[in-house]
């Protein structure tokens, strides 16, 4: 029966290996039409210096990673705050944020209840059995959150969009989804139905808030068909007076300068730290802690908070180490300990 099981997870792992080996590939069909990074069959990055990892650097990477957290995650032991949700059910119009994990938070904003990229599985995987485990638990029980109104989703990776959670979601919330382009078919397919699309720089307003789709350098694809065939994105959320920027995943380029001329400044920006090494693989589409500060400033943005990092081991960095660069950088740059925010899982705090 062991022998099985592991045939069949070593099975899975193949799986999952060839899906990351293709996932960064770039499509290159010709524009549809003016806007660069829509293309006949899915979507590219528009930076010219874009150049996905070789096949021997993604072989070299996803392989043994792939093995290593199926078979021998590491352990975490980060700071958490137990977080009932009820301090946050009764809040109704200060502007908060929560940490619940990964990209995961809960933002309120006048009055308004929002996710982004919601993640309380055990695994970010489309198994149950392999692929890379949740090493901290989620920063509060999902039956605790307030009504949620609206989830944001940056793209289709399954440590960003999960299948249970959202599935969960959509039946005790029934919240709208507001995705980029190309994934409203996703989730029509799995039966939600309450889902916008969202190109970059498209603007909307819901419940009394402008919600804008955002530029990045990332890339999509949940399995070996379907690479970059869905959007991937940021998002900009503004208020009555406040205005926040979740970055999704996204490398640094020069695209953040302009999101920061045209909506900026931002409050809270919430920008990721984590899945930067090896470089050779990771270089265009994470940041590394210094760059996520480099995007802080071109969006100026007002305060940091860290995200995508102390919840799955995803890459070849240390766990621990991501905040410690980032605090490091922040002192070289003079910054004020009171803008950079390192959240501990379930913490909340006003902004």
Request: proline share 7%; net charge neutral; with cysteine.
């Amino acid at each position: 029966m062991i022998q099985i099981r592991r045939s069949a997870v070593a099975l899975c792992l193949a799986t999952l290996f060839l899906t990351c080996l293709v996932a960064c590939q770039e499509l290159s069909q010709s524009p549809k039409d003016t806007r660069s990074h829509i293309l006949k069959g899915g979507f590219r990055n528009t930076n010219p210096a874009f150049t996905p990892p070789s096949t021997w650097e993604r072989i070299k990477f996803v392989g043994p990673k792939l093995w290593a957290t199926t078979f021998h995650p590491p352990s975490a032991n980060l700071p958490f705050v137990e977080n009932d949700g009820k301090a946050l059910k009764n809040n109704r119009s200060a502007a908060t944020v929560t940490w619940i994990g990964h990209s995961t938070l809960l933002i309120q904003l006048d009055g308004v209840n929002i996710l982004t990229d919601p993640q309380w599985s055990d695994r970010a995987s489309p198994v149950h059995f392999a692929g890379p485990k949740r090493l901290m638990p989620p920063g509060m029980a999902l039956e605790d959150l307030p009504p949620i109104d609206l989830v944001l989703i940056s793209h289709d990776h399954y440590d960003h969009l999960d299948l249970e959670t959202v599935r969960r979601l959509s039946q005790i919330h029934h919240p709208l989804f507001l995705v980029p382009l190309g994934l409203k078919t996703w989730f029509a397919d799995i039966g939600i139905t309450d889902v916008e699309e969202s190109d970059w720089w498209e603007s909307r307003r819901i419940k009394g808030l402008t919600v804008t789709g955002l530029p990045a350098q990332h890339f999509s694809g949940r399995t070996l068909w379907d690479r970059n065939r869905r959007l991937w994105g940021g998002w900009a959320i503004a208020g009555n007076s406040k205005r926040i920027f979740f970055a999704g995943d996204t490398g640094y380029y020069d695209v953040f300068k302009e999101i920061g001329d045209r909506l900026g400044p931002f409050d809270l920006a919430a920008i990721p730290i984590g899945a930067y090494l090896p470089r050779a693989m990771m270089k265009m589409t994470h940041l590394t802690p210094e760059e996520a500060l480099q995007l802080f400033a071109d969006i100026k943005g007002q305060r940091f908070v860290a995200i995508h990092w102390g919840t799955f081991d995803l890459t070849e960095e240390p766990m621990e180490e991501p905040p410690k660069r980032l605090e490091s950088e922040a002192n070289r740059l003079g910054l004020d300990p009171s803008m950079v925010w390192v959240l501990k899982h379930g913490e909340t705090r006003g902004w």
